[in-house]
């Protein structure tokens, strides 16, 4: 089945570190752009950032640069979402999708709670 | 920054009757290699977001030829033919031709 499954939410201190990691199937994970999109609760869409098939690219929105790190293992089809120094606007949930030009192919989310 | 605009915002139909959604981009959306990067999603309630029409005009695999996407330049349309109950949800509008991609605000549309 082609699908991404996403995996590592939960509730983290503001400050705190968390890692999200989404597995691929079904198709050619290492021939994909991959991107992370996040949904506030109650809010709307709002693109994290984006990964070139080789991991050679990132691009990030700029309030998260600095401290979430997007990468990939192509061997095991993984993607992942390294966030650090965690704020309370960053709860939400997070989709990883495939990406070509946009994202086309959604996971069902995981949901990161940043409070004290 | 390129900053999406759609409206309606809240956009109540009744069953059967056509709807619309407008979107307006700050700036062209045309890439330099000549594509326009517009693309409009959907979100059922309790959902994931699933693309519906990609590049401005081009639906994805099984979404019903009911909906269709129209516009060029700053100004887009998606419109719905005739309103069914799965339609419910929050639409949006997405540009992928300038960083950092955006994303509207998202339209609302329930059944009157």
């Known amino acids: 089945e082609v699908q991404v499954v996403e995996s590592g939410g939960g509730l983290v201190q503001p400050g705190g570190s968390l890692r999200l990691s989404c597995a691929a199937s079904?198709?050619?994970?290492?021939?994909?752009?991959m991107t992370w999109v996040r949904q506030p609760p109650g809010k709307g869409l709002e693109w994290v950032g984006n990964?070139?098939?080789?991991?050679?690219?990132?691009f990030y929105v700029d309030s998260v640069k600095g401290r979430f790190t997007i990468s990939r293992d192509n061997a095991k089809n993984s993607l992942n979402l390294q966030m650090n120094s965690l704020r309370a606007e960053d709860t939400a949930v997070y989709y990883c999708?495939?990406?070509?030009?946009?994202?086309?192919?959604w996971g069902r989310g995981t949901l990161v709670t940043v409070s004290s | 920054d390129v900053v999406m605009t759609q409206s309606p915002l809240s956009l109540p139909v009744t069953l059967g009757q056509p709807a619309s959604i407008s979107c307006r981009s700050s700036?062209?959306?045309?890439?330099?290699?000549?594509?326009?990067?517009l693309h409009w999603f959907q979100q059922r309630p309790g959902q994931s977001p699933r693309r519906l029409l990609y590049?401005?005009?081009n639906r994805d695999s099984g979404v019903p030829d009911r909906f269709s996407g129209s516009g060029s330049g700053t100004d887009f349309t998606l419109k719905i033919s005739r309103v069914e109950a799965e339609d419910v949800g929050i639409y949006y509008c997405?540009?992928?031709?300038?960083?950092?991609?955006?994303f509207g605000q998202g339209t609302k549309l329930d059944i009157k």
């Open positions: 999708a495939r990406y070509a030009r946009s994202p086309e192919l």
């Open positions: 079904g198709f050619s994970f290492s021939s994909t752009w």
């Open positions: 990964i070139k098939e080789d991991g050679s690219e990132k």
């Open positions: 700036q062209s959306l045309v890439h330099s290699d000549g594509n326009t990067y």
């Open positions: 590049k401005v005009s």
């Open positions: 997405m540009q992928g031709t300038h960083w950092p991609l955006t």
